[in-house]
């Protein structure tokens, strides 16, 4: 029986490999660990339009919660549609914010986050990569995406995350959920139903992120299926991109199967 499962585990798995593949370029399954859940923000090398950007998520994500940068601050949780000016970093919005030298690097350092070369992207990304490894070292591993088992980091207080900012954030935010974790339920005999923890994700997402879109407030409402979630709706929009990746299957399938 168990054999069966693996057997069909494996075929989805193939299949769900070739959707990946065709369905979508700029899914990061392929990724390297260093640039999983990178983001080229502007791909210019001329002057004028200040040169390439990369974000990392991997750097920001291990000092700030998600929740601090895609809800106070804005950001979107789609690739290319912040809309970010010039104006709107130096006026202290945006990657502004903390970019004033006192949070962080000041907005003024242009040469920073900016290349305008070809040599200096060559350069940036070198020395991120450096960086990278070293921080991935004293970090807890998984197998894919970064491959830095963030959930555990987090836990066991690796990482602390910043999730407000003084003046911007709402004073007063005390994230109530159930602790029960909430069974979804696949369409397939035989495949593992999905244990959606609410608690888990709430230290990382607040509620903003998930609610009223892309899921519906009342449970078994939001109709999703794998291919979407591959194609990045729903859970992939984190779960792909950012969060660990589609291929851990038995990370979101893990209710054991009667069979
Ligand atoms: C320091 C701020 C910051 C933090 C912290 C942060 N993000 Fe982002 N995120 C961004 C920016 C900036 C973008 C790019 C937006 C744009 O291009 O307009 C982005 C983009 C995304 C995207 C779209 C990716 C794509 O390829 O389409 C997702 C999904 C996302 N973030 C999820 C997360 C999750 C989940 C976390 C926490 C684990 C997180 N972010 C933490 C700033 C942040
Ligand atoms: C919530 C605060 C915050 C926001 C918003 C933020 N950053 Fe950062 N960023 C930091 C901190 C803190 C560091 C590390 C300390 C330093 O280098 O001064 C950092 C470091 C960086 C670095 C150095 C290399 C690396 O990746 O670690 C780059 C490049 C960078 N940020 C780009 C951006 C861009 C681009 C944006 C906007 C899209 C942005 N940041 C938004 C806080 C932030
Ligand atoms: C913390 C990282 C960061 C720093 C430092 C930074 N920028 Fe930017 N800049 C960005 C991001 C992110 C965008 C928006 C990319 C996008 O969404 O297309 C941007 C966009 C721009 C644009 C194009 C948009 C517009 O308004 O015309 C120009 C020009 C620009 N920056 C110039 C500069 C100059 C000049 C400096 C130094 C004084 C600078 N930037 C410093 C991150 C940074
Ligand atoms: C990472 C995404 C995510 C985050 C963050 C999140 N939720 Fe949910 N929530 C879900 C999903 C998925 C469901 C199930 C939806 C379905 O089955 O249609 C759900 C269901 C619910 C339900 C319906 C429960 C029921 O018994 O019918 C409530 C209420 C809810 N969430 C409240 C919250 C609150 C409050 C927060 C913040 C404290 C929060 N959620 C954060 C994803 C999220
Ligand atoms: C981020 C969590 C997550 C990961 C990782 C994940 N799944 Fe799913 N899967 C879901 C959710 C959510 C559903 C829909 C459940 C519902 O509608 O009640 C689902 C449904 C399915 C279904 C049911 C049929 C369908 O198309 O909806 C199959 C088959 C499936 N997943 C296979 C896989 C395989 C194989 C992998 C690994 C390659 C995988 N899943 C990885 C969350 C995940
Ligand atoms: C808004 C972004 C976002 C969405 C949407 C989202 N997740 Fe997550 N999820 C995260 C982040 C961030 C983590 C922390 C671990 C990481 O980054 O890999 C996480 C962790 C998890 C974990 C690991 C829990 C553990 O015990 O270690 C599971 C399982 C999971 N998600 C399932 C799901 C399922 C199923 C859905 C859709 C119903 C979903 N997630 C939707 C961001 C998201």
């Given at each position: ?67 601090l940068c895609h809800v106070d601050l804005e950001f979107s949780q789609i690739a290319g ?179």
């Amino acid at each position: 029986m168990k054999i069966r499962f693996l057997f069909l585990l494996a075929t989805l798995l193939l299949t769900s490999f070739f959707v990946t593949v065709s369905l979508q370029e700029s899914f990061a399954q392929s990724a390297k660990s260093y640039q999983y859940g990178n983001i080229i923000m502007r791909d210019s090398a001329s002057v004028d339009s200040g040169g390439t950007v990369v974000f990392r998520h991997w750097s920001h994500r291990s000092k700030y919660s998600c929740r601090l940068c895609h809800v106070d601050l804005e950001f979107s949780q789609i690739a290319g549609d912040s809309g970010i000016t010039e104006d709107d970093n130096q006026s202290g919005r945006f990657c502004g914010t903390c970019h004033n030298g006192k949070e962080a690097f000041t907005i003024k350092l242009c040469a920073k986050c900016h290349a305008q070369d070809e040599k200096q992207l060559q350069e940036i990304l070198k020395a991120d990569k450096k960086a990278f490894f070293a921080f991935q070292k004293t970090m807890p591993r998984s197998s894919y995406g970064n491959k830095i088992d963030w959930m555990k980091a987090e836990q066991d207080g690796l990482i602390q995350l910043k999730d407000k900012l003084p003046g911007i954030s709402p004073v007063q935010m005390n994230f109530v959920t159930n602790q029960r974790n909430e069974p979804l339920e696949p369409q397939l005999s035989g495949l593992p139903g999905i244990i959606f923890s609410h608690q888990k994700h709430v230290a990382w997402n607040g509620c903003g992120m998930c609610h009223p879109e892309p899921f519906k407030l009342v449970n078994g409402t939001t109709e999703m299926n794998m291919q979407e979630i591959i194609a990045g709706q729903y859970c992939g929009r984190c779960h792909g991109t950012v969060a660990f990746q589609i291929n851990d299957c038995a990370l979101c399938h893990s209710k054991p199967v009667s069979l």
